[in-house]
């Protein structure tokens, strides 16, 4: 399908993407750790905002750096910059989120030094009011930083106008994810995350542009197979599309199964909540980042992730649940206990697996088609 | 092997049955705070514990850490403490104090004798991802105990400005509120007070300690130094705590008056990092047979000690406000005071940049004289082996030797006794010193 095929060249060729709007634009390229980076003061600025991923092969280079009990996925993203694959940057930036991946935030910046680099104090306790005026402060700080980088003033007009961008872009991806509702969803849950990576990566005019192109036509699409068991998969950092595309290629007549939602931060957590309204428009961004969906870093002391991933479940009908994480990582290995017993309690299966920078497809495998037996049985008897 | 007589004189510290006494106290009091009609809570190392001090003075802590490092020490409990966790479901990689804190409870097993004493209250800070967290896990392990934490992630010290004060200050104005309501006591700003000072003087003075352990030959050698400043760990804020650091620096300076060595062959000074394996302390005995002492590390100098840096640039104790004159009057500037001094904490640098981390490493490296490093590849805890290899790299360019060993702190089965010796074999050996002292 010519509409889904963008995000994946986007996905796909994501360097070659930014160094090309860095010359059609004459924009600055900032690279950026963890999503809740407040991307709308860089667009604001004219600055291009790109996730730091990894690229799933193996490699030799951090080991001296990152000790080897920290998270695969902060290693791979640390990789990319040792083997210079995003010289274009013109700037690196970290908000503050879980330890493992501010090494490879730490170790980039002094080895591979970029013109600017930024690390924003994103509040941990986003439970507490004092939250607010707190992130607000840090904002203000920011701007003043990019400004002072860029060389150029960022009005409240380019901020309402970057917000306003990236609100329709959060609404289109809501009005996707809201296709996969169906009894038989029109996209995979694959090209579901190709969609999610590319957003991640760049303009979100062009994005927004793409999307509307693709909702147009999604309503025609019938995929080759049937939807079968509906899953959802919970976790951590996740862009592992050949996880995926294995579960959604296993026999269609034994096994069929369709990601119909995810709950992890390159996914849903990413874009499901909208910058509100407020006339200040450092507070309404405060607001936006202290009120998403919790990373489970700032998912304390009460536990406001699980009823969101409940309600998610039941929006979408969801049959089963697979709760990944990237091994070692401490914040979602705090809340794994605690998230399968209450979707076990609702009725939903879980499988648990973990990540690391390849897949044991093989092996995962086996586990997944045993998994959806286990739920087929369900319906058996 | 050489004259086991020894080079320097040397002698056991006369106050070490009252650090012990004072331990035994505080596990002990904690365990039967109930039936004198107290209050019991539970929190971390360095949750800011002035603030409940102000609830009376029958209310007492346990902070998880030192009770997780306690349980280590006894290695049947311990791995006893960890299949349980694991059974529980919980991953066998996550902080092994923690594991070992959770183990007991799920055990009902008290370290110290008992069934574990269910606290009435947590009272937590957060700068690691575990902190909060754990404690989340703990209300609902021991089904709903009222929990509060404080975010202290707010940046380095260099960068400390009033929003980020205000927003720690807030949320312990909030905490109060939240400890009143919980207790159901009338808060007493006169305690709080007393316990932030308390505060202040106890970690300041146990820099000072510290400080002294640049005389050669050193007055304390890191093994003893772990039972010395575990008390700060446990109740930096009693007064108990901040007195008896006050004698022990009497005594320590005492002791370099006359040159008392803490190893009597010295002759070689290394520092290591992050908390030891503490179910094998024997390796820093094993130091010694090569005439090496450990002075310390950042660990012990800075979990919880408050330090600054001179004109002269040697790192130094922090003074306290009462030496520099601040009058701390009411609930709002003993809370401000309290904020200031822990955001200069050593130990919470390097949670936004190892590098200055390895500032401080090499700043010890060099003042304290030593002539190499062992560094604790820690896979019990994230937090303090964040940033480690960068350390390792910085060292190694500053010119100091270093030597790693990987292993756990709480986690026996993740520790290799006989290969970290036959490190240690090496490492002395590339130092140029041999095995010769019994």
Request: aromatic share 12%.
């Amino acid at each position: 399908m010519k509409e889904l095929e963008v995000f994946r060249e986007w996905k796909k060729n994501r360097h070659e993407y930014a160094r090309d709007w860095q010359k059609r634009t004459g924009g600055k390229v900032m690279g950026y750790f963890c999503t809740y980076v407040p991307e709308e003061i860089l667009y604001a600025a004219g600055v291009l905002p790109v996730r730091v991923l990894g690229s799933h092969e193996p490699q030799n280079v951090t080991e001296p750096h990152i000790f080897a009990m920290f998270c695969p996925f902060c290693r791979d993203c640390l990789a990319q910059g040792l083997k210079g694959r995003y010289k274009y940057l013109d700037g690196l930036m970290i908000a503050q989120s879980c330890l493992h991946i501010r090494q490879a935030y730490t170790s980039w910046v002094k080895h591979v030094p970029v013109p600017f680099s930024y690390y924003l104090c994103m509040p941990h306790k986003v439970q507490s009011k004092r939250a607010y005026p707190f992130l607000r402060g840090e904002l203000e700080a920011f701007k003043k930083a990019v400004e002072k980088w860029t060389g150029k003033e960022i009005s409240d007009k380019a901020l309402t106008d970057a917000i306003a961008v990236y609100n329709e872009n959060r609404r289109l991806m809501r009005e996707l994810y809201d296709l996969r509702k169906a009894p038989e969803p029109p996209i995979s849950g694959e090209e579901a995350m190709e969609i999610t990576m590319a957003q991640q990566m760049t303009d979100k005019k062009e994005h927004n542009e793409a999307l509307r192109k693709l909702l147009a036509a999604l309503p025609k699409r019938k995929r080759d197979r049937p939807a079968g068991t509906r899953l959802m998969i919970i976790g951590s950092e996740d862009d592992d599309l050949d996880f995926l595309h294995m579960v959604e290629s296993l026999n269609k007549e034994q096994y069929p199964a369709t990601f119909v939602i995810d709950e992890h931060c390159t996914g849903s957590r990413y874009f499901w909540n909208d910058v509100p309204e407020d006339t200040d428009k450092l507070m309404a961004i405060a607001r936006r980042y202290i009120e998403r969906p919790p990373c489970p870093t700032k998912d304390w002391e009460e536990r406001r992730r699980i009823p969101h991933m409940l309600k998610l479940a039941k929006d979408f009908g969801v049959q089963g649940a697979i709760v990944m994480q990237q091994k070692f990582c401490d914040p979602h290995e705090l809340d794994t206990v605690a998230i399968r017993k209450e979707l076990e309690k609702k009725g939903i299966k879980t499988l648990f697996l973990e990540f690391d920078v390849t897949v044991p497809i093989g092996q995962f495998r086996i586990r997944v088609e045993a998994f959806l037996e286990t739920i087929k049985q369900d319906d058996l008897f | 092997m050489a004259d086991k007589k020894g080079k320097y004189p040397t002698e056991p510290l006369k106050c070490w049955d009252k650090a012990k006494k004072i331990r035994e106290d505080y596990y002990r009091n904690y365990a039967a705070a109930h039936d004198k009609g107290g209050l019991r809570w539970a929190g971390g190392a360095w949750t800011f514990d002035a603030i409940p001090a102000g609830l009376g003075d029958d209310v007492y802590p346990i902070t998880s850490e030192p009770y997780g490092a306690s349980c280590a020490y006894d290695k049947k409990f311990s791995l006893r403490c960890l299949e349980a966790t694991e059974k529980a479901g919980y991953a066998r990689d996550l902080c092994a104090y923690m594991r070992n804190y959770w183990g007991s409870i799920l055990l009902n097993e008290f370290a110290f004798g008992g069934p574990f004493p269910k606290p009435d209250f947590l009272w937590q800070d957060h700068i690691c991802c575990s902190h909060a967290k754990w404690y989340q896990v703990v209300s609902e392990l021991e089904h709903g105990i009222p929990h509060y934490s404080i975010d202290v992630a707010v940046g380095p010290e260099s960068e400390i400005n009033p929003n980020k004060i205000d927003y720690i200050v807030g949320q312990m104005h909030d905490g109060i509120e939240f400890l009143e309501k919980t207790t159901g006591r009338k808060y007493q700003d006169n305690l709080l007070i007393k316990a932030v000072k308390n505060t202040c003087r106890a970690t300041s003075t146990w820099a000072k300690v510290c400080e002294l352990n640049k005389t050669v030959p050193a007055p304390l050698d890191e093994k003893s130094m772990y039972s010395l400043y575990v008390l700060g760990t446990i109740q930096k804020s009693s007064q108990a705590v901040a007195d008896f650091y006050e004698e022990l620096l009497k005594e320590v300076q005492d002791r370099v008056a006359r040159g008392i060595a803490a190893t009597p062959n010295e002759r070689c000074r290394v520092m290591s990092d992050t908390q030891p394996p503490w179910g094998f302390l024997s390796v820093f005995r094993y130091l010694e047979k090569f005439g090496t002492v450990s002075i310390g590390s950042l660990y012990t100098f800075g979990l919880i000690g408050a330090w600054e840096v001179a004109p002269d640039g040697q790192w130094v104790h922090r003074k306290t406000p009462m030496e520099t004159g601040v009058s701390i009057n009411d609930r709002d500037k003993a809370l401000r005071v309290l904020t200031e001094w822990e955001l200069h904490k050593p130990e919470w640098q390097h949670f936004y940049s190892p590098h200055l981390k390895s500032e401080m490493m090499i700043r010890i490296a060099k003042q304290w004289k030593l002539d190499g490093v062992m560094l604790h590849y820690n896979r019990g805890c994230e937090g303090l082996s964040l940033g480690i290899a960068e350390n390792r790299l910085a060292l190694l360019k500053a010119g100091f030797p270093v030597m790693v060993f990987e292993g756990n702190m709480g986690d026996e089965r993740e520790f290799d006794m006989t290969r970290t010796m036959s490190r240690i074999d090496s490492f002395m050996e590339t130092l140029g010193m041999k095995k010769e002292f019994d």
